[in-house]
């Protein structure tokens, strides 16, 4: 019998470099993708700095590198478009593979997902 693949929804609502949740849920992803299940990641509230481009930190681990590795992995990863506004962000700052996107896409995300994982 064939195992079951599951489908996980990551919600990243922690700054990059404020706490290790969103270094651990995207360690939690790429495990799961190379396990063969579909990962989705919403990035919101001050998550959505975890999918800004250009981040070189100088005392922490590079969580842009995690993010690099699930999106290569198949990861679909979409940023909340209002959260964004609100804190400064536009399109251009999101990393390769990261679309912006509405509570709508958040819903999808979620109606798809055998679990959903808040942090």
């Known amino acids: 019998m064939t195992e079951k693949r599951k489908v996980f ?11 290790e949740r969103p270094y ?3 360690r939690f992803a790429y495990t799961a993708l190379l396990e063969e299940h579909k990962v989705n990641i919403f990035l919101v509230e001050d998550g959505i700095f975890v999918g800004k481009k250009n981040q070189n930190p100088s005392t922490y681990d590079n969580i842009a590198n995690w993010m690099k590795d699930v999106i290569s992995e198949g990861a679909n990863v979409k940023a909340c478009g209002v959260c964004m506004k609100a804190r400064g962000m536009v399109e ?12 709508h896409g958040f819903v999808e995300m979620c109606e798809e997902a055998d679990n959903v994982l808040f942090t």
């Open 24 to 26: 651990t849920m995207l």
């Open 92 to 103: 251009d700052e999101l990393m390769d593979g990261i679309e912006k996107t509405t509570m």
């Open 9 to 19: 929804t990551i919600v990243i609502g922690d700054g990059a470099y404020t706490k």
